[in-house]
């Protein structure tokens, strides 16, 4: 039976390529509304997951699912209900802010009307007036990456996926960017984040430690620091690397 | 349906904003077909020939000005001395020799059949053997007259000699460009749709929006066609500014019908737009689809008949150009402008086009796949 309230399960989910095992055996429960983290160095896996509950990557063994979907055989229509942002922020620079905005926004099947609005929208939560006519190469990273995440919230999907989506951008810019995470958090929507940044991890509800494709430690920030008696993340992460990483 | 309207209106943008690519799609093919055209004759004019007169009689002066009066050759240099003719061939300053041996004019008369050598500089083996045919020619009609003066104002009026009337068909004046005009036209069909649509692709493979493609609900086919439809419009505009120059400028006859053209372009279209689609998905980097596309492409153009005759080719390789869907097109294309072909005369070409396009459409298509390797 599952619950209604876990939204992305996986149960044992293994992704091989060729001999290398990039994800072993992870299993996870994410609930709705949660703003799930998921910390590891570069290789761990983290992307190779992330891809695998897109519908990016078939997995080798194991199973998934997301808002009940199952990933190997509904990865089209688990498409509809997910966003996705990654490191590279896939908006096409040289397209201006505005038919950035229109082209995804023709893409997940929005009208004229609601395209119109959706412009106007995201121009004022991100203060983005002017700039929606200059080409997206010339903007600021910091506002190249927030308007990606809206691009990728047009079609208000029930769970977003982000893949480390701050590397690259200033820590102000990184502020405002987890600002509008918590504010998408609040109304409903699932979250589940990637990242190399430690002290990210302490706007996570909920994280998840992985090394070498393995899941070595899942809990709150608050209760690791307390189980492992330390005062940071940085340093709960550190001892863990060192005690059952491999 | 507005999910592909989507894509291909963002396509267009692109295009339309990327500099160098425009030049590409419609600057270059002109300047390819002006100076193709121009470079790849097969037409072998102004020989330029060193003439060795042992003779010196009217007689063979006359042979010598009958030489001299054609297009083909010009007349470098009068010598009596046979060391020249390697020497000048070696400084590329003659291509052909003529010999006239001394008493060639009494022999003649007394109908001794004096010979004369001709020396042809054979290193570009196709321009020496249709030099040495223009001065056979010459050689003959030479022969002709001097024959009928001798047996008129002698009693041997038993010579016979055959009288030939030639007619050249569809190109009656032997032009090479009318004959490679056409097949610039196969080159661009093939160059431009199979390097835009796998660049294009990889581009944004490169670039990471492919994947944000992905994962969004946008079908397989609403990506394709959204991709490959602005190139089709494209390549079927540089169809028209290609045979328009090729008509005004080069006055090149079309012959055959415009829509058949039209439509069989169409086909061949679905083989070099697969070609794009499973460059970019065995490549990673645009470099990586240009060296890809750069190789086949020299492989279809060798093989397809435009610069080299298939019928001259080594038996083997005759019939592994059964395999070049380029080959089919090229022979569809000469046929249509030059014979003014309909269908029923093309359809062996036509039908072993198609199923090559089908299947590498189809195979392409499956190639690619929503997801990341």
């Known amino acids: ?15 091989q390529f060729g001999r290398f095992t990039a994800v072993n055996q992870v299993s996870i429960r994410i609930n709705r509304g949660e703003i799930f983290g998921f910390l590891g160095a570069n290789g761990a896996g983290k992307t190779t997951l992330i891809r695998m509950l897109c519908g990016l990557l078939k997995p080798s063994s194991g199973e998934a ?3 009940g979907l199952d990933i190997k055989r509904e990865s089209e229509k688990i498409k509809q209900k997910i966003g996705y942002m990654s490191q590279h922020f896939s908006l096409y620079n040289d397209l201006t802010v505005k038919e950035n905005i229109e082209f995804y926004a023709g893409i997940y099947g929005l009208n004229r009307k609601q395209i119109f609005q959706k412009q106007n929208e995201i121009s004022k939560q991100l203060q983005m007036e002017p700039y929606l006519d200059s080409r997206t190469s010339d903007l600021p990273l910091g506002l190249k990456q927030r308007l990606a995440l ?3 919230l047009l079609h208000n999907p029930p769970i977003l996926f982000l893949d480390e989506p701050t590397s690259g951008v200033d820590p102000r810019a990184r502020r405002s960017f987890w600002e509008l995470i918590y504010q998408k958090a609040a109304q409903g929507t699932t979250i589940f984040v990637t990242t190399h940044f430690i002290d990210e991890s302490e706007y996570c509800h909920r994280l998840s430690i992985m090394d070498n494709g393995r899941m070595i430690a899942i809990d709150t920030p608050e209760s690791m620091k307390k189980r492992y008696k330390k005062k940071s993340m940085q340093e709960v992460f550190g001892f863990l690397i060192r005690e059952k990483g491999i | 349906m507005q999910r592909m309207l989507t894509m291909i209106r963002k396509e267009f943008r692109q295009i339309f904003r990327d500099r160098p690519m425009l030049v590409i799609i419609f600057i270059v093919p002109v300047i390819q077909l002006l100076i193709m055209s121009f470079a790849f ?29 054609t297009e083909q050759f010009d007349l470098t240099e009068m010598t009596t001395d046979i060391r020249q003719i390697d020497e000048r061939m070696k400084r ?14 009494r022999d003649l008369e007394r109908h001794l059949n004096p010979q004369c050598q001709l020396i042809v500089d054979g290193v570009d083996g196709n321009t020496a053997g249709v030099a040495l045919g223009y001065a056979r020619g010459i050689l003959s009609n030479f022969q002709e007259k001097w024959t009928a003066e001798l047996t008129a104002s002698s009693f041997h009026n038993d010579v ?30 093939t160059i431009l749709p199979m390097m835009l649509s796998a660049m294009s692709l990889v581009k944004e493979k490169e670039v990471g929006t492919l994947e944000q493609l992905m994962v969004t609900p946008l079908k397989r086919y609403q990506l394709l066609s959204g991709k490959l439809i602005p190139f089709l419009l494209l390549s079927f505009f540089e169809l028209f500014i290609v045979m328009s120059v090729g008509i005004t400028v080069f006055k090149i006859s079309m012959n055959g019908s415009y829509l058949l053209l039209a439509c069989l372009a169409l086909i061949y279209l679905m083989t070099t737009l697969g070609l794009g689609i499973f460059i970019s998905t065995i ?17 279809l153009i060798l093989m397809s008949g435009f610069f080299i005759p298939i019928e001259n080719m080594p038996l083997l390789l005759q019939k592994l150009t059964y395999l070049n869907p380029m080959r089919y097109f090229m022979t569809i294309v000469r046929d249509i402008f030059q014979k003014g072909s309909s269908l029923r005369f093309l359809l062996k070409e036509a039908i072993p086009m198609t199923l090559f396009g089908l299947m590498i459409f189809t195979l392409s298509v499956f190639k690619f796949q929503k997801r990341v390797q």
């Open chain 2, 160 to 189: 016979h000699i055959i009288q030939m009337t030639e007619r050249m068909l569809y190109n009656p004046d032997l032009r090479s460009q009318q004959f490679m005009v056409p097949g610039i036209v196969v080159i661009l069909l």
């Open chain 2, 41 to 69: 004759t097969s037409e072998v004019k102004h020989i330029s020939c060193l003439i060795v007169d042992f003779d010196n009689t009217p007689m063979s002066r006359d042979l010598i000005h009958s030489l001299h009066h």
């Open chain 2, 283 to 299: 490549t990673h980097s645009q470099q990586q689809s240009m060296f890809v596309a750069w190789f086949s492409m020299i492989f």
């Open chain 2, 92 to 105: 590329w300053q003659v291509q052909m020799a003529l010999i006239i041996p001394p008493h060639f004019s």
């Open chain 1, 1 to 15: 039976m599952k619950s209604p309230d876990i939204i992305v399960k996986t149960e044992n989910l293994t992704r």
């Open chain 1, 65 to 67: 699912t997301v808002a």
């Open chain 1, 150 to 152: 809206a691009t990728a």
